[in-house]
């Protein structure tokens, strides 16, 4: 087994070829909470990996039950994966809860069985799952002066959720899933077959623009976070945060043209946005 500095050099070597962009914010923390980052980044990865591997549901769900079985064992000092002797010490040195790793390995197994989503408080369950408990994780790494910090930070992931549901609502739909409420494809008048067809009607725009207007609401609601960081993170947020946010703009700009690629903002863009929102990490509270 890896020791522990190898573990954190494996991560890394992950997070570096994986994470994107987001992998330069990683280095504007102090080290012992950027190791922490690329050990999160990497079990969040491992994860979706398994989860995205081609195959029978049955050898996914094995799969995933056995890397449900490691991680606990991991957690009580049993390692059988590289990513462990780190994984474990990010939790230990920033007190992680549990529940929130168990609550990541639970949304990506919802994708094995759930392939629509009747409302949008069933969808809401997804999302937490998936994007906010994440958002839960970083702020234990990054530090937090009150519990306040909690309900931002779970908004802050439902907003980023529901924008790559959105950017993805073709792509998503060519592997046989619908994220967005069959509620709201009634309230609207869409439905499946004008999906599989392109259809970009009225109707279409109305029920993208009414899940972009819901983001929106989180989006503000996880402004409220950055007053409750340490200060050195405070900035690295905002960027990730107003990142997403860019994409949900251009997206409602150009009319949620989602069947011609998928929308990026620009590499130039990312840097403008890191610089914009970077000197909030020495701003006093």
Request: glycine share 4%.
């Amino acid at each position: 087994m890896l020791s522990q500095k190898e573990s954190f050099d494996y991560c890394r070597r992950i997070s570096k070829t994986q994470a994107g962009n987001f992998y330069l914010t990683f280095h504007l923390l102090p080290k012992f909470k950027s190791d922490s980052m690329c050990a999160l980044y990497a079990f969040m990865r491992i994860t979706d990996d398994i989860a995205d591997e081609p195959g029978e549901i049955s050898s996914i769900r094995k799969a995933l039950g056995d890397w449900r079985e490691s991680t606990l064992k991991a957690l009580n000092g049993q390692f059988s994966h590289p990513i462990h002797p780190a994984f474990v010490s990010m939790v230990q040195r920033h007190e992680v809860p549990h529940r929130y790793l168990m609550d990541v390995l639970d949304g990506v197994e919802m994708d094995l069985d759930i392939h629509r989503y009747e409302s949008f408080e069933d969808l809401y369950k997804y999302c937490y799952r998936v994007a906010s408990v994440v958002g839960l994780c970083c702020i234990h790494i990054w530090g937090f002066n009150s519990e306040k910090a909690l309900i931002p930070a779970e908004s802050a992931g439902i907003a980023l959720q529901l924008t790559n549901i959105i950017r993805d609502f073709k792509e998503d739909f060519s592997r046989g899933r619908i994220y967005l409420p069959r509620e709201d494809f009634t309230r609207f008048g869409y439905d499946e077959i004008k999906l599989s067809r392109n259809v970009r009607d009225e109707s279409f725009f109305n029920l993208l623009d009414f899940q972009a207007t819901r983001a929106v609401k989180y989006y503000e609601e996880a402004q409220e976070l950055p007053q409750f960081l340490e200060g050195n993170s405070r900035g690295i947020f905002l960027a990730m945060l107003h990142t997403y946010k860019a994409i949900l703009d251009k997206m409602r700009t150009n009319k949620f043209d989602l069947f011609n690629g998928r929308v990026r903002i620009s590499t130039f863009r990312k840097i403008c946005l890191l610089a914009k929102y970077l000197p909030y990490s020495w701003k006093s509270s």
